[in-house]
């Protein structure tokens, strides 16, 4: 990746995270703030369904034609059903994005938590096999235990979302859920990287980009 590209993500990250804080302490609920909120939920949801269902009917060897009325049909369902909810969005905001907190978090627990019985593969030791093939039984142990670690921080942050919604103020519930994830998310990396050299100081250790490559070579097998 670029460095371009990486700071226009970041810059798209900070402005998602702080028009989402924004518009969840503002009072107002009908303030443009939290208008413009809605708006960054909904249509990337909207634009992912129109996609969906085009592939789908792409898939059933349907002509263009088809693809556009197909794709058009969901747009304008979306809108309809957008404009007729429209208040609801707006009043009930904070709802919306706990429900899109804990399930996305969840998702992820499930993602690790899934592999680790049955006879699957831990999925970190999935990833690190497609650097290191023969790699020792003490680093594919380690792996393990790395993935269960990644399960119990998406466990917790469901636990903790829902235990600050409920208990404390949304201001603060915000700055948990939106401002402090993704520095979390990022020291849980560094977290396990300094591990990782401590465990296994004799192994070498992939590079963030071999580690971005080997999650996208191995996410199908995971």
């Known amino acids: 990746m670029s460095v371009v590209k990486i700071v226009l993500t970041v810059l798209a990250i900070a402005a998602y995270v702080a028009l989402s804080h924004a518009a969840l302490v503002i009072e107002d609920a009908f303030s443009i703030w939290r208008q413009l909120a809605v708006l960054m939920l909904i249509v990337p949801i909207v634009g992912f369904a129109c996609w969906g269902v085009v592939m789908a009917i792409r898939s059933a060897g349907f002509g263009r034609a088809l693809q556009l009325a197909g794709g058009g049909a969901v ?3 979306s809108v309809w059903l957008t404009a007729d909810f429209w208040v609801t969005l707006l009043t009930r905001l904070d709802w919306i994005y706990l429900i ?3 399930a996305a978090n969840s998702m992820l627990c499930w993602f690790f938590l899934q592999t680790l019985y049955g006879g699957r593969t831990p999925a970190i030791t999935t990833i690190a096999r497609t ?14 235990k790395v993935t269960v670690a990644w399960s119990v921080f998406f466990a917790l942050q469901v636990l903790v979302s829902l235990a600050i919604f409920y208990f404390a103020s949304i201001e603060t519930w915000s700055m ?8 979390m998310i990022i020291l849980m990396f560094a977290g396990e990287y300094a591990c990782r050299k401590r465990c296994n100081p004799d192994f070498r250790h992939a590079t ?3 580690s971005v490559s080997a ?3 191995s996410r199908n097998k995971i």
């Open 131 to 144: 650097i290191h093939p023969d790699m020792p039984d003490s680093v594919a142990r380690y792996t393990r």
């Open 75 to 77: 747009a304008a369902f």
């Open 208 to 210: 963030i980009r071999e």
């Open 176 to 183: 948990f859920a939106n401002v402090l994830n993704w520095p």
């Open 100 to 102: 899109q907190h804990v």
């Open 215 to 217: 999650y996208l070579n």
